[in-house]
């Protein structure tokens, strides 16, 4: 049974396993509705937490956007209930909802990972699809991101599949742009100052390839790099090693993504600086007919509202 709220619900979620990028997609709606006058809140299921604690997504966007209420609980019609009554949202986000169908929502936004969009073209364990690709049926919105990483040819490709299942859907491109790098103390600094220099990088997250390429942007030189598995629980014991390991590769730096930062709290200074790499949305094609979209969701009296 759906359950439907009083107040616009936009889900984003994926086809495949594995990080497309939700984190940064779900951080600009927020953004976008509160340019136009909307206070929202986020909702998720909270994936790889313990009961009772946030898990890494919502630590990260505590981190970047503290006014943002981010609720978490398995039944996410009672978290979006929790969030009109208790934080007065007039707007949720439904963050990795797409497979989720009890809580009604007005916008499907699905996001393809430009690395493998179709997650080798079977469901889990087979490939890494959550569910066969005619679920795209479903989309009222695709986006493309880290699209900067294919060529023409190669977004053609994508979209004459995605037309096969979703003909009617919004066409988005977006790129996954580092912006800055945040220390655990929330310092910040400019990406310059790692641009030509020698850095030893890991991750614990779904996508491991596609945080490499953002640090190939960066313009630095990555001479070492350290796979963990999604969601890993860091210890005092895995940051002493991952220095060691850097400085035995003679990188005057470690570097990670804000997931990985904000589960590392405990570390003092180190011998090495240790930064993330704040990463954020920029569109490429696409950006005015989801916001034509969007704006049809505020409600009477709100900036931009149909």
């Known amino acids: 049974m759906v359950h439907h709220v009083d107040v616009p619900v936009v889900s984003v979620g994926n086809l495949t396993l594995g990080g497309t990028g939700k984190t940064p997609m779900v951080a600009w709606l927020v953004r976008w509705f509160a340019e136009h006058?909307?206070?929202?809140?986020?909702?998720?299921?909270?994936?790889?937490?313990?009961?009772?604690?946030?898990?890494?997504?919502?630590?990260?966007?505590?981190?970047?956007?503290?006014?943002?209420?981010?609720?978490?609980?398995?039944?996410r019609v009672a978290a979006a209930r929790l969030a009109m009554e208790k934080f007065d949202a007039k707007a949720i986000v439904l963050d990795d909802g797409f497979q989720h169908r009890r809580l009604g929502r007005d916008l499907d936004i699905?996001?393809?990972?430009?690395?493998e969009p179709f997650g080798f073209g079977d469901v889990f364990p087979r490939g890494m699809l959550r569910e066969p690709i005619e679920g795209l049926r479903r989309a009222d919105v695709v986006v493309l991101s880290r699209a900067d990483l294919l060529d023409v040819a190669g977004r053609a490709a994508v979209w004459e599949t995605v037309r096969r299942y979703a003909p009617e859907?919004?066409?988005?491109?977006?790129?996954?742009?580092?912006?800055r790098l945040i220390s655990i103390s929330g310092e910040s600094a400019a990406l310059d100052s790692v641009r030509g220099q020698s850095v030893a990088a890991f991750c614990g997250i779904g996508n491991?390839?596609?945080f490499r390429r953002t640090l190939e942007g960066c313009g630095c030189r990555v001479v070492g790099f350290r796979e963990l598995s999604d969601h890993h629980r860091y210890t005092p014991a895995d940051l002493a090693e991952l220095s060691t390991w850097a400085e035995k590769l003679g990188a005057p730096a470690l570097l990670c993504t804000g997931k990985d930062l904000v589960k590392?709290?405990?570390?003092?200074?180190?011998?090495?600086?240790?930064?993330?790499?704040?990463?954020?949305?920029?569109?490429?094609?696409?950006?005015?007919?989801?916001?034509?979209?969007?704006?049809?969701?505020?409600?009477?009296?709100?900036?931009?509202?149909?």
């Open 208 to 210: 491991p390839a596609g």
């Open 169 to 179: 859907a919004i066409e988005v491109e977006a790129a996954h742009v580092p912006r």
């Open 110 to 115: 699905v996001l393809l990972d430009a690395l």
């Open 37 to 75: 006058g909307v206070h929202a809140a986020v909702v998720s299921r909270g994936y790889g937490a313990k009961p009772g604690e946030a898990n890494d997504e919502a630590m990260e966007m505590r981190q970047s956007l503290p006014e943002v209420p981010h609720l978490q609980n398995p039944d």
């Open 264 to 306: 590392l709290s405990f570390a003092s200074p180190s011998r090495l600086p240790l930064w993330a790499v704040r990463i954020e949305l920029e569109f490429l094609a696409g950006r005015e007919s989801l916001e034509l979209r969007l704006q049809k969701l505020l409600p009477s009296g709100y900036v931009g509202a149909s």
